[in-house]
Structure formats: structure tokens, C-alpha cells
């Protein structure tokens, strides 16, 4: 029996400048109307002119009905894990389910420790990941209280939230990282923008499967969901990638063609788009919800 097809995402991701915070809402609302699955935004709190991530996601997903919020990813050690578990599964309550949670075990620690965090190296950082993944998901859904004794956390007796976890994806890089999204996490996004023919996916995917067959879970399970970066051109490109390989866009004929062949061929979840280049945000946000993603759905479907 042939497995279904799963449901491509597409997603787009809006500014954290706080000087552009009306736009944001604006764009929000947009890619709601156009029928996109996820808005995205980043997470660098120790930067004075950025908007705090869940505060944007709070306020776009109640001004939006149908669209998911993502936090493309959330700086984990300045948000403990069972605070998160509140934020999100309340986001969840607030919005139907409308929340997916982005994780990430942190990378820029000279900056996150003047947030007065404590520093970690590499391995904690990665053993503190899959602590909060698991203690997310158990102060979720109900059930009885919760006590944790952690490495990194520790919680005693304490009620789980009745909404359920939102689904969890991971911005992993290093291999030990990679693993843990193998063994817990839905979903994987490869870092720096590296798409499915990057030496990065081809090297990392298989220790995701690898840690996710030896777990007992189909590596199916972990969805593969790619940061788009690249310009929506009127008129064909006579090259879309560069010399080293690497996506640089095109007309919108030409993206449906390369995503609809990630999907069929490789196995692509979803796309989340950002704009690269001096177009107006408008029109780059217009050009792929209006143009690039119905091409996409309607070749994929046929293709399926």
C-alpha cells in the first residue's frame, strides 16, 4: 500500500524589527487571507531593536483565523522549558491550534548570555534540547501532575496544561542535535538555508533517520521543512543557482518547477519564504502566495 502523501506547508516570514512592527501584522493577515499555513518569525531577544517573537506570534495569530504561528527558531536557554510550555500551549488554546514550536539549543552565546543566561558548551546545550522537547510534551495535554528531575530542569507536581503540544520542529545542525530530532522532535529545519540538494541535508538528513530507526520511529515522521531564500523575478532567470549550487530564484514558473520537484522527488514538507533582495516586501510576499505556492499545490496534487 503506498503511504499518502503529507500536506506540503507553505510559509512565509515576517520582520522583527520593532520599526516595522505594522507591517508585520499587516503581512500576517495577508498570507492568512492567501491561504498560506505558517508566518515565521525569529527569536533574538538580546537585541534591543527586534520585537520579542511570541509577543508578534500572540498578537498576528488575533488578527488571523486560519494560519499557524512559527518561531523560526526560539532561543531556548532565554525561555526555560516549562515557561514555554506554558506560552505555547496558551498560544494553542488562544488560536484553535494554530502554534507550532520551533526549537533551537542556542548558537550565538556571547550574545544570550548578556541576558544573564548560563552559558553552556555544546553538549549541554544539545542534552538541554531534548530535556525541553520531552518537558514540553509532558506539561501538555492534560493528565496528571508532572515531576521532571532533569539535567537542566526540574518541575514537582506540577499540572500539565490541557492543550495539547503543538508540534515541535528543530533548526539542528551539529550531529548530536541531529539525533535528538531523529529520536523526538516532527520536524527538521536545515540550517542556513540549505535546501535538499545542499552537501548539509545530504550529510545530516541520514543521522536524523539513522537516530530515528534506532528510537522505533519511522523517519518518515520527521517532516524536512526548508527556508527559502531568493528573488521572485517577472520574467525567467537564465540560471537559478549559483556556482556552488545554492538557490538564487527566478520567475515564478521557474520556483513551482524546483519545489514541486523537491516535494515529488525529495520528499520536501514545506517551504517558509524570505525575501532576498530591495523588492518591497509586498510585492515578494504577493508574487509567491499569489503565484509561486497555487503552482506548486496544483503540480504536486497532479503528480501525487
Do not use: C
Not at 67 to 89: D, E, F, H, K
Not at 246 to 258: D, P
Amino acid at each position: 500500500m503506498t503511504t499518502p502523501r503529507r500536506k506540503t506547508m507553505f510559509g512565509v516570514g515576517i520582520s522583527t524589527a520593532a520599526d516595522a512592527a505594522p507591517q508585520a501584522l499587516r503581512h500576517a493577515a495577508r498570507a492568512d487571507r492567501a491561504g498560506l499555513d505558517l508566518f515565521t518569525v525569529s527569536d533574538h531577544p538580546y537585541v534591543g531593536g527586534r520585537l520579542d517573537a511570541y509577543s508578534i506570534v500572540g498578537m498576528a495569530l488575533g488578527r488571523t483565523t486560519r494560519i499557524s504561528g512559527l518561531v523560526n527558531v526560539t532561543n531556548l536557554p532565554s525561555r526555560p522549558a516549562p515557561m514555554l510550555a506554558r506560552t505555547v500551549t496558551s498560544l494553542s488554546a488562544l488560536s484553535g491550534g494554530r502554534i507550532v514550536l520551533g526549537l533551537g539549543a542556542g548558537g550565538l552565546w556571547d550574545e544570550i548570555a548578556k541576558l544573564g543566561v548560563p552559558r553552556l558548551g555544546p553538549g549541554a546545550a544539545v542534552r538541554a534540547l531534548g530535556e525541553a522537547i520531552t518537558l514540553v510534551r509532558a506539561l501538555s495535554g492534560g493528565g496528571d501532575p508532572v515531576t521532571f528531575d532533569g539535567e537542566f530542569y526540574q518541575v514537582t507536581d506540577l499540572e500539565p496544561a490541557p492543550a495539547p503540544a503543538p508540534p515541535v520542529w528543530t533548526g539542528s545542525v551539529g550531529p548530536k542535535s541531529l539525533a535528538v530530532t531523529g529520536r523526538l522532535a516532527d520536524g527538521w529545519i536545515p540550517g542556513h538555508a540549505a535546501d535538499w540538494l545542499s552537501p548539509r541535508y545530504r550529510t545530516s538528513r541520514p543521522v536524523i533517520d539513522r537516530a530515528a530507526a534506532d528510537a522505533g520511529r519511522d523517519p518518515r515522521d520527521v517532516a524536512t521543512i526548508y527556508n527559502m531564500l531568493g528573488v521572485i523575478t517577472p520574467t525567467p532567470l537564465a540560471a537559478t543557482r549559483d556556482r556552488d549550487g545554492r538557490w538564487i530564484g527566478g520567475s515564478a514558473e521557474q520556483w513551482a518547477e524546483e519545489l514541486t520537484n523537491a516535494v515529488l522527488k525529495h520528499d520536501a514538507a514545506g517551504f517558509i519564504y524570505f525575501t532576498a533582495d530591495d523588492t518591497a516586501a509586498d510585492v515578494a510576499l504577493g508574487r509567491w502566495a499569489e503565484e509561486v505556492v497555487p503552482r506548486v499545490r496544483e503540480a504536486v496534487a497532479a503528480g501525487s
